[in-house]
């Protein structure tokens, strides 16, 4: 089986979570928030938008993106799982959001047709080409769209999760192309990693200008077995929030 291969069966996998969890997510999902990072950057953009949120997930944030003013969601995702568990939920709380299977960077969706791109919390390091995926987004927006990403700092990769001292793991680089993750969904799935100079440059050749870029301390999701590492003290980034507008 191919690396690819791998990588999409572990998250189908990872994704049954979504409907083992089907009615705890479905009582989160009526008072759902985002991080106020976010609420912040996307209040005065948000009201009435037609939101698309490639890798979508488990789509809680979708109906967080509807409380904040949203006038529709379209998820994306590649897990038929994790798609078919939040569409349930969407019809079941009766809420704008739509979720589509399909393979990124390609969505199948038309042209300019998204007046935000929501995406982030573990989405990025999934794509193997990321000019094909930011020449996507950019596709898809309707010009002077924006594309927000609340994701994983491109240095997390190299955080030890030891409890009692940060550290950086020596089987990791900062400059490597990809690593095997362990961590969760595992199962040989393949991450590929980027600078946060790379990522910059690779939004600006497909025609974005960058508004909003801040590094944050705090990881964008923690254990809820309650499990905290010391790399997630304060005193190093475990996260970025950025807002880039298409041209
Ligand atoms: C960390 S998870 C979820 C992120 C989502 N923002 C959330 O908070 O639930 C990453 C998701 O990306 C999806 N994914 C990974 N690679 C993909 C691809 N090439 N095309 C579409 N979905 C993909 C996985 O199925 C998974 O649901």
Redesign the pocket.
Known sequence: MSTHED?RRA??EA?RKHVVEYAEHLEQARTARLWPVEEELLAPLIDDAEVLH????????DHALLRLGARSVVG????PT?VGAAQRRAEELGVPCRYEV???PDTGLPEACADLVY?????LI??GDLDAWAAEMHRLLRPGGHLFVYEAHPLVPLWSWDATEAWVRSDRSYFAASHVNDTFPARGATEHQRTLAQLVMTLQRAGFALQHLAEHPDPFWMPEDGERAAAWDGRLPNAISLLAVRS
Do not use: F, N, V
Not at 54 to 61: F, Y
Not at 76 to 79: E, T
């Open positions: 990588t998250w189908d994704s490639p890798q979508s997930g488990h789509g809680l944030d994306i995702d590649y897990s994790a399909a393979e990124l995406t982030g919390k573990g989405a999934w794509m």
